[in-house]
């Protein structure tokens, strides 16, 4: 079945980076971009982004530009999100998404399909 | 700070209906689809609704949506005790690079 498969749960020091993979299985990898979504303790979805799987070519909000770096490995059809300068607020559990559109970032996209989520925890 | 707002939480009996309004501006849902999502307690979001009113295969009919200028409407009629969850809408917004936006989010309580 159509099916994204998270990397496990993270521990992490502030100021340290952290890399959390997405592998698809199911569909064609290509045909679809992947957007990343965060979610802190209690709180709402956050979008942190979008890449092409077919071009591999970016988008990022502003709030996160610098920070951080979407990659896709199409030999194995994963995808990965690294954020770097970790702080105490990006404690949160991280999601990736299938998104309809391949190309561009489209404003017209939904996301049809979620991996189960990483937590990723920045602590000292 | 989202900027889509949702009323916090909605209420009612199984069997009855609730509406969940999300409302935001011309930079965002006024000029561009809206999708709705479910959360179930523990869970990732499921997508329930996009391009503003068609639901992918397996989501039933008793979900639907609606938009009209700048605000959003997700219903359930129906309603069912699996239906309690978090619930957020998300669109595309055009101001400088802001990209995709969700929703505060509203919890629906089936009583």
């Known amino acids: 079945q159509v099916q994204l498969v998270q990397s496990g749960a993270e521990v992490k020091r502030p100021g340290a980076s952290v890399k959390v993979s997405c592998k698809a299985s199911g569909y064609t990898f290509r045909n679809y971009g992947i957007s990343w979504v965060r979610q802190a303790p209690g709180q709402g979805l956050e979008w942190m982004g979008w890449i092409s799987a077919y071009k591999g070519n970016t988008n990022y909000p502003q709030k996160l530009q610098g920070r951080v770096t979407m990659t896709t490995d199409t030999s194995t059809s994963t995808a990965y999100m690294e954020l770097r300068s970790l702080r105490s607020d990006d404690t949160a559990v991280y999601y990736c998404?299938?998104?309809?559109?391949?190309?561009?970032?489209?404003?017209?996209?939904?996301?049809?399909?979620w991996g189960q989520g990483t937590m990723v925890t920045v602590s000292s | 700070q989202s900027v889509l707002t949702q009323p916090p939480s909605v209420s009612a009996a199984p069997g009855q209906k609730v509406t969940i309004s999300c409302s935001g501006s011309?930079?965002?849902?006024?000029?561009?689809?809206v999708s709705w999502y479910q959360q179930l307690p523990g869970t990732a979001p499921k997508l329930l609704i996009y391009d503003n009113n068609k639901r992918p295969s397996g989501i039933p009919d008793r979900f639907s949506g609606s938009k009209s200028g700048t605000s959003a409407t997700l219903g359930i009629t129906g309603l069912q005790t699996g239906d309690e969850a978090d619930y957020y809408c998300?669109?595309?917004?055009?101001?400088?690079?802001?990209?995709?936006?969700f929703g505060t989010g509203t919890k629906v309580t089936v009583l």
């Open positions: 998300g669109t595309w917004d055009g101001s400088l690079s802001v990209g995709t936006v």
């Open positions: 011309s930079s965002n849902i006024g000029n561009n689809y």
């Open positions: 998404a299938r998104a309809r559109y391949y190309d561009k970032p489209h404003p017209d996209d939904a996301f049809d399909i």
